[in-house]
């Protein structure tokens, strides 16, 4: 069975950096682009970043809102994604979601459960 | 980025009711169109992939279709569990985008 698992999340102040981390099981993580997506409170779901696979450079692509400060990892021999976020301000409040698709740009199934980040003095 | 306006932002239906969501993209988008279906709490999880291939395990009573700048995601019988918010996601550009979100709720 396939599954992601997000963690790293909770309080921050803004300013702050945090490192969330999703962990992949039941495929060969390697072959996939992995994700980031996230959802304020009562609001839709907005798109973060990718990183592409090995095979496709693995190179990433940000959202505008996050491009400069968040930046997307990923570590093959653990099966492990990374979302590095710096300078975090309180319009990061969100739960994020990470999930993967072969090329970062198809669709997305299956989603992590999703972790909170609150960023809030 | 490509704009995605879904109609109506929510939606008051009963069960065994038939019903449409639409989503137009502001620029052609070819079949590079997915739905999500989400409930509160949970993750969103893929229904519709290619603008009207059946995700696996998603009953059939859901379908797509559309091509270019307009979408539709139909429900033929609304099941008790299919009260939800649905979202489209654009996957033609490499800026990911989705439709604001349409609430299904009970009437």
């Known amino acids: 069975e396939v599954q992601l698992v997000e963690s790293g999340g909770g309080l921050v102040k803004p300013g702050r950096s945090l490192r969330l981390s999703c962990t992949a099981s039941?495929?060969?993580?390697?072959?996939?682009?992995m994700s980031w997506f996230r959802q304020a409170p009562g609001k839709g779901l907005e798109w973060v970043g990718f990183?592409?696979?090995?095979?496709?450079?693995?190179?990433?692509e940000y959202a505008a809102s996050v491009k400069g400060r968040f930046t997307i990892s990923r570590d093959d021999s653990k099966s492990i994604a990374y979302l590095q976020m710096n300078s975090l301000k309180t319009e990061d409040t969100a739960v994020y979601y990470c999930?993967?698709?072969?090329?970062?740009?198809?669709?997305?199934?299956?989603w992590g459960q999703g972790t909170l980040v609150t960023v809030s003095s | 980025d490509i704009q995605m306006t879904q109609s109506p932002s929510s939606l008051s239906a009963s069960v065994g009711d038939r019903v449409t969501i639409t989503c137009r993209a502001s620029?052609?988008?070819?079949?590079?169109l997915n739905w999500y279906q989400q409930k509160p709490g949970k993750a969103p999880k893929l229904l519709i992939y290619?603008?009207?291939s059946l995700q696996s395990g998603v009953p059939s009573r859901f379908s797509g279709s559309g091509s270019g700048t307009d979408f539709t995601l139909t429900i033929s019988s609304l099941q008790p569990e299919d009260f939800a918010t649905y979202y489209c996601?654009?996957?033609?550009?490499?800026?990911?985008?989705f439709g604001q979100g349409t609430r299904l709720e009970i009437k």
């Open positions: 620029q052609s988008i070819s079949s590079y």
């Open positions: 290619a603008a009207s």
């Open positions: 039941g495929f060969t993580f390697g072959d996939y682009a």
């Open positions: 999930t993967r698709d072969p090329t970062g740009v198809d669709w997305f199934d299956p």
């Open positions: 990183i592409r696979s090995k095979a496709y450079g693995g190179t990433t």
């Open positions: 996601q654009q996957s033609y550009s490499t800026t990911i985008t």
